[in-house]
T-cell receptor, first 109, second 113 residues
Framework: SQKIEQNSEALNIQEGKTATLTCNYTNYSPAYLQWYRQDPGRGPVFLLLIRENEKEKRKERLKVTFDTTLKQSLFHITASQPADSATYLC????????FGTGTRLLVSP | DVKVTQSSRYLVKRTGEKVFLECVQDMDHENMFWYRQDPGLGLRLIYFSYDVKMKEKGDIPEGYSVSREKKERFSLILESASTNQTSMYLCASATGYSNQPQHFGDGTRLSIL
């Protein structure tokens, strides 16, 4: 069956470091992959979209990679700040948009 | 910026009641979606609509119905609320169905007692 995996354990890092979040999937061949940020009690907010023929996409301090061979996307936040603390969701476009359960990021001052 | 507005942030209803959740978007998007979000289960699609008066079932439509009489408004209806429908409900809109960013409202936290 189709599956999206994001680390359910929170990622704790120190301010200024690079945060790397992982999204693995099986039995999908998505044409697009998206990343969202969700703060407690709020709806997800779109961050980045990457197509299957793109290896990497950047937006300010954010970088997303998409490896269709490994079936994996990595989401990087460079020079992380406490304000980056949130849950980050990946979503795969495969007939419909399918969301992972998210990984919580905690950035300490 | 796209704005998706959900009518209530918090709602408490009783078992057996008919519950209406309203969602309005201001960007003329064709596609609108209703999800529920539960701990450990992520976002699950209940229903979506790709045009006025058009609707399609998502992954978990049982116990729910929807209405889209106007392009900007998409309503979720719990026909007879049950305790297992206690959840966070999120509405979203998008220009595309699966290949475009979705814009979410801030959700309605619904408790069924």
């Amino acid at each position: 069956s189709q599956k999206i995996e994001q680390n359910s354990e929170a990622l704790n890092i120190q301010e200024g470091k690079t945060a790397t979040l992982t999204c693995n999937y099986t039995n999908y061949s998505p044409a697009y992959l998206q990343w969202y940020r969700q703060d407690p009690g709020r709806g997800p907010v779109f961050l980045l979209l990457i197509r299957e023929n793109e290896k990497e996409k950047r937006k300010e301090r954010l970088k997303v990679t998409f490896d269709t061979t490994l079936k994996q996307s990595l989401f990087h936040i460079t020079a992380s700040q406490p304000a980056d603390s949130a849950t980050y969701l990946c979503a795969l476009s495969f007939q419909k948009l399918v969301f992972g359960t998210g990984t919580r990021l905690l950035v300490s001052p | 910026d796209v704005k998706v507005t959900q009518s209530s942030r918090y709602l408490v209803k009783r078992t057996g009641e008919k519950v209406f959740l309203e969602c309005v978007q201001d960007m003329d998007h064709e596609n609108m979606f209703w999800y529920r979000q539960d701990p450990g289960l992520g976002l699950r699609l209940i229903y979506f609509s790709y045009d006025v008066k058009m609707k399609e079932k998502g992954d978990i439509p049982e116990g729910y119905s929807v209405s889209r009489e106007k392009k900007e408004r998409f309503s979720l209806i719990l026909e007879s609320a049950s305790t297992n429908q206690t959840s966070m409900y999120l509405c979203a809109s998008a220009t595309g169905y699966s290949n475009q960013p979705q814009h979410f409202g801030d959700g309605t936290r619904l408790s069924i007692l």
